[in-house]
């Protein structure tokens, strides 16, 4: 079958800036495909790179658009090389919205984890938050002093109520000292604190799975299992706790998909900071392939103006 294929890229400046141990993140960008089958079907798909995450750049996603033809086929989707993996994914989602039942589709049963600012401005917002109904939060940490950030979790288990889970995001940002006294200070409080997640640089893969070992703290791997291949490495190296998959940089939903169903892994889907089209094709995937009760990490609606930008 042959599609005819368009795309165009659109921005979004978030309405507030997403500070991470990366840096300061304040305009999301993505692309956006469109594909028509031979009845005048008409579906869609985004490309959201994080190139500071692992993915390609938005700039080599435009140029793979660019030098497609205008009719495509599934065969060419499916070649998206390996480095493409933003690529892989805006296309093959909209290959598949066009051969699926759009009603099948439900996720409403997901629970949500809503994301904190990172510092003292998170004392603020989670109210908020659990207003609207999440009881999972998760807080930016490696952002600020050390010192200053564990005084900030005090107040901050203080604050929320018994049922609220609290996820750490480090953002590989910590060394070997600092992620052993956050650790540390979360084995204080295991009806609290779900998980740490990326506490080391991606490099220190080996010095995580002894952490993992050693604390009952659980230990979430984000930017190490970027792509699938990367996820392939960690699971035959041995890791065995928490993944965190971003479908939208991850790479083709069909690979993904085998290689949850061939290994029974604890994982968290979570968001790319994507528009309505992409995530709804991630939400999808975390609904199929969800075999745990953790919420997902697409809580970051109030990070743009409205709800989640329409395209
Ligand atoms: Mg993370």
């Known amino acids: 079958m042959k599609y005819q294929f368009s795309f165009r890229n659109i921005s979004q400046k978030f309405t507030r800036p997403v500070i991470t141990n990366h840096g300061v993140w304040e305009i999301r960008e993505s692309v956006i495909i469109r594909l028509v089958d031979m009845t005048g079907k008409v579906s869609w798909g985004e490309i959201a790179p994080i190139s500071w995450f692992g993915s390609e750049t938005l700039e080599e996603a435009l140029d793979f658009c660019h030098q497609l033809p205008r009719e495509i086929t599934s065969e060419i989707i499916f070649d998206i090389p390996n480095q493409l993996p933003a ?38 917002q989670w109210q908020n938050l659990w207003k609207q109904g999440y009881k999972t939060f998760k807080w930016k940490i490696g952002v600020n002093d050390i010192t200053e950030e564990l005084a900030i979790l005090n107040l901050l288990i203080d604050q929320l109520p018994e049922s609220a889970k609290l996820r750490l995001d480090a953002n590989g940002g910590l060394d070997d000292n600092a992620a052993k006294l956050w650790l540390e200070k979360c084995d204080n409080f295991p009806n609290q604190i779900e998980f740490i997640e990326q506490p080391l640089p991606v490099d220190k893969f080996s010095e995580m799975l002894e952490l993992s070992n050693y604390y009952s703290t659980k230990i979430a791997l984000d930017e190490s299992v970027a792509t699938l291949q990367q996820l392939e490495n960690c ?22 998909r085998k290689f949850c169903q061939q290994h029974q892994i604890d994982v968290v889907f979570s968001s790319v900071f994507e528009t309505a089209i992409g995530r709804q094709a991630a939400l999808k995937l975390a609904a199929e392939l969800s075999s745990n009760n953790r919420a997902v990490g697409f809580g970051i609606n109030h990070y743009f103006t409205g709800s989640i930008p329409n395209v």
């Open 87 to 124: 690529c892989q994914f805006g296309f093959e989602s909209a290959l598949e919205n066009l051969q699926e039942n759009h009603e099948s589709l439900n996720y409403h049963h997901l629970n949500f984890s809503g994301l904190l600012p990172a510092g003292k401005a998170a004392l603020n």
């Open 235 to 256: 699971y035959q190296q041995g890791w065995r706790s928490i993944f965190v998959i971003k479908p939208g940089i991850v790479g083709s939903p069909s690979r993904l």
